[in-house]
């Protein structure tokens, strides 16, 4: 049995007054990216068999992830446009026919993300400058080696800096997890509508997937 401990990121205050069930959960965690075990590309290739195309389809509807659907078209993101994770995830396993696996990091989250429907983003402890939470983009800042953000986009920060865009798949190059880093946080995003204890399921699922 793992010990996680789940903190809970500030908000900034005008989206805190915006959505006030939005939030950022945290969890610290000593594990090293690593080449993925074959259990865990057995699981992938398991959850992939129940990704059916009939799923998919109906998946939208589920409450986690129309929860999600509803909170990105708040914020002026299409979702039909810019798929949230885990849509994106259930599209890509009807194209490839399959789950693909990548690293240890990268299948934890899918796992994580695709059983819950919770996005789930992994940082670099080390590189990760006092409390993270949620706010807004400033202008002229930017996801440093990713791209440029616009003035309002919605952001994962900590004290010094944005280090991944919500909804998205993108984490800054100088935040994220490489062969190099020895500790990691987990990241979720809650919004209204999703359950705390999915959030948390996605956090531990992901961890364990990390330990195995």
């Known amino acids: 049995m793992i010990d996680l401990k789940l903190d809970e990121g500030w908000v900034e ?5 915006d959505f006030p069930e939005l939030g950022l959960v945290h969890a610290p965690v ?11 590309k057995q699981r992938l290739r398991a959850l992939a068999d129940r990704y059916t195309g009939g799923k998919v389809i109906h998946m939208r509807q589920d409450a986690v ?6 909170f990105s078209r708040q914020v002026g993101i ?3 446009t810019d798929r949230t994770p885990v849509e994106r995830i259930a599209l890509e396993r009807l194209r490839h026919g399959g789950m693909e696996s990548h690293n240890l990091v990268d299948d934890a989250l899918t796992i994580a993300i695709a059983e819950t429907g919770v996005p789930v983003f ?3 402890s080390d590189k990760v400058v006092g409390e993270l939470g949620l706010r807004q983009a400033r202008s002229g800042e930017e996801l440093a ?12 920060a900590d004290e010094l800096r944005p280090v991944a865009l919500l909804l998205g798949d993108e ?8 062969w190099g880093t020895r500790r990691m946080t987990l990241c979720a995003l809650r919004v209204k509508g999703v359950p705390p204890i999915s959030v948390e399921e996605a956090l531990w699922m992901a961890a364990e997937t990390l330990y195995t």
Do not use: I
């Open 30 to 40: 000593d594990a090293k990216p690593r080449k993925t075990p074959r259990e865990v």
């Open 171 to 178: 984490v800054a190059h100088d935040a994220g997890v490489t």
């Open 78 to 80: 299409d979702p039909d």
């Open 145 to 156: 080696g990713v791209r440029p953000l616009s003035v309002g986009q919605l952001v994962a």
């Open 122 to 124: 992994a940082l670099d």
């Open 65 to 70: 992830p129309w929860a999600y659907r509803v």
């Open 13 to 17: 205050a005008e989206l805190a007054g």
